[in-house]
């Protein structure tokens, strides 16, 4: 049985709130990871239940199910510790989902599941065989803070600050963004996923191991260096950025990457809330990241889909035909609008726009003949490419990328109905 460290609140809040593989250069970034399914079987809501909770409404309805507990039993059921996979981000996205549901429901099965996971990678002197050559691959560190903290093992506070410490010889752009990897086909590339990779480690580090003043310092400056290059006047940001101008993808004059694809976005969106969330009031930047973050939700709002309240994987051109509404970037983009309001980042209408966007992925889960969740329309893994190619990605069921965004998203709304600020903050009372 693991010791419980005596803290009511894990990160006053941070880590609660804000929401992993190392990747080669030869395969996209977002590697799809497939390991093979294990025989168990679990509690869940009947074979084809889709009846989500009432949100906002004071109502509760009977038997409502609890999809985060169910998403997650599934997956337990599925994959062990061992099977689940590698050292990678999705798996850590996915696994950080599965801590949120761990703190509400105290399920100690959740955490423990976590713990094995991760000690197959980090020693018990805390020594850990990343090299962390890729943002990518720096992601699952998050899940060596919350283990520092809810264990109190030193092991775990010296894996991540091999993290930590990489991060001061990482490659950067000129003006000081971190390349998306330390490789020449990543060479002077930014790409909006990789603000979500480090940067919430990033603040949570900070927080846990009493170095805040930098981490929040580098982590506010990496999501102002990446929104400058990325954002357009849309609100929306491209997916990547490439300072040299010579990726085959990148326009020679602007250095961008020709389409907005959902999940880069999504990254984004969930990253800067993330990281608002954990920097102090009077932070320098703090209304910079408030600006790129206000101008992103009127891009948000223009593309959501009227018809199902999700959004599509290339966001700007639902028009096409051959669009199609993806899970992962919806839940989200309905997280960041959420918490965005709740923490007065955004203005109160935009609740109206995350519980559209809510509903909408609720659509896409449900359960099997088995008794098992299904999570449906999952964009694979991706690199940066022109319209044909995001299209043409596989729609998974139960891929990791969807998982833990689901998760994410459905602790903020599900669990936890929207409830604002009843006093305004700065960042509310200076809204236009």
């Known amino acids: 049985m693991m010791r419980r460290r005596p803290r009511a609140v894990l990160l006053a809040g941070a880590l609660a709130t804000v929401g992993l593989l190392t990747v080669s250069a030869t395969v996209p970034q977002e590697a799809a990871i497939g390991p093979q399914p294990v025989s168990a ?4 809501p009947a074979a084809g239940t889709r009846q989500p909770p009432v949100v906002g409404t004071g109502r509760s309805p009977v038997a409502a199910p609890d999809w985060s507990v169910a998403l997650v039993d599934s997956t337990m059921a599925r994959y062990t510790p061992s099977t689940i996979g590698g050292w990678s981000y999705p798996v850590g996205l996915y696994l950080y989902g599965q801590y949120l549901t761990y703190q509400r429901t105290h399920d100690a099965r959740y955490l423990t599941y976590i713990k094995s996971y991760v000690d197959r990678f980090v020693k018990s002197d805390g020594t850990i065989s990343q090299s962390f050559n890729s943002l990518d691959s720096m992601q699952a560190g998050r ?3 919350i283990l520092h903290h809810e264990t109190g093992q030193d092991r775990y506070r010296k894996a991540a600050k091999k993290i930590h410490d990489r991060l001061t010889t990482y490659p950067r752009t000129a003006d000081g ?6 490789t020449s086909s990543r060479a002077h ?8 990779m480090v940067n919430p480690f990033l603040v949570e580090y900070g927080k846990e191991f009493g170095d805040a003043t930098y981490a929040d310092d580098e982590a506010a400056r990496q999501l102002y260096v990446y929104g400058s290059h990325l954002q357009v006047t849309s609100g929306l940001l491209k997916h990547a950025y490439d300072e040299s101008k010579t990726a085959s993808w990148a326009d020679p004059q602007t250095g961008l990457a020709p389409e907005h694809w959902c999940r880069a976005v999504g990254w984004y969106a969930m990253a800067i809330v993330n990281v608002l969330d954990a920097i102090p009031a009077g932070h320098p930047r703090r209304s910079q990241l408030v600006s790129i973050l206000r101008k992103l939700a009127t891009g948000l709002e223009k593309y959501q889909d009227p018809a199902t309240g999700r959004w599509f994987q290339v966001i700007d051109k639902g028009g096409r035909s051959d669009n199609w509404t993806e899970t992962s970037c919806s839940s989200m983009f309905t997280y960041a609008l959420s918490r965005g309001v709740q923490q007065g980042y955004l203005d109160a209408h935009y609740a109206t726009v995350a519980q559209r966007g809510y509903e909408g992925v609720l659509a896409r889960i449900s359960t099997g ?10 964009s694979i893994g991706t690199n940066v490419g022109d319209y044909a190619y995001y299209i043409a990605r596989t729609r998974a069921t ?3 990328h969807g998982l833990g965004a689901f998760l994410i998203m459905n602790e903020q709304l599900g669990a936890h109905p ?3 600020r009843s006093t305004p903050t700065q960042d509310e009372v200076s809204q236009p």
């Open 41 to 44: 079987t679990a509690r869940f």
């Open 418 to 420: 929207l409830r604002t």
């Open 398 to 400: 139960n891929d990791f």
């Open 143 to 145: 899940l060596l803070t």
């Open 369 to 378: 003949s088995d008794g098992r969740t299904n999570l449906t329309d999952i």
């Open 177 to 182: 963004g971190f390349w998306h990897a330390d």
């Open 189 to 196: 590339q930014l790409w909006a996923d990789g603000v979500y």
